[in-house]
């Protein structure tokens, strides 16, 4: 009986060894997305005048229709060459701050303010704009490369 007694001890000693172990690697997993990458690409010809632009990220709850998206992360970025990548900061409870809170899990999409061609209006005639009809910019909260596809407000 006591050799059972110390075999069931030197298992559950191993079990906590191999616990924090274990935990260690989930940080890891859950910091290596704390940015969000993007790759803008497209097919036209562009040419910029003004680089800076604002990227923005949305997130609404899923299967909710006629509900405002919630703004999650805002920053700018430079884009003096189509295609580019940058890196979106995310915060770590980016699904916490949806309104109103998802019940079915919830969906982000980003979106773009950018004076391309420097006349002090953005996403006019003339700037680099989302391609929506190419594809929507819905993206998901992991470590892949995101492309959004770009194009020419005309």
Do not use: R
């Not at 800076?52 to 509900?67: A, F, N, P, W």
């Not at 940058?86 to 969906?107: C, F, H, T």
């Not at 009809?133 to 959004?148: E, G, R, Y």
């Amino acid at each position: 009986m006591a050799a059972g007694t110390l075999m069931l001890s030197s298992c559950n000693k191993a079990e906590k060894k191999t616990a924090p172990e274990a935990s260690v690697s989930e940080k890891v997993a859950e910091n290596s997305s704390d940015n969000l990458k993007i790759e803008f690409t497209g097919t036209e010809q562009f040419t910029i005048k003004n680089p800076k632009l604002k990227v923005s990220l949305y997130g609404i709850s899923e299967g909710l229709q006629d509900t405002p998206a919630t703004l999650i992360a805002e920053k700018e970025f430079e884009g003096k060459a189509i295609p580019f990548t940058i890196e979106l900061p995310l915060p770590a409870d980016a699904q916490s701050k949806i309104n109103p809170k998802p019940m079915k899990g919830a969906k982000y999409y980003i979106a773009t303010e950018w004076d391309s061609d420097g006349n002090g209006k953005a996403n006019e005639k003339g700037d680099i704009f989302i391609d929506h009809d190419k594809a929507f910019p819905n993206v998901k909260l992991n470590s892949d490369t995101q492309k959004i596809y770009v194009k020419i407000l005309k």
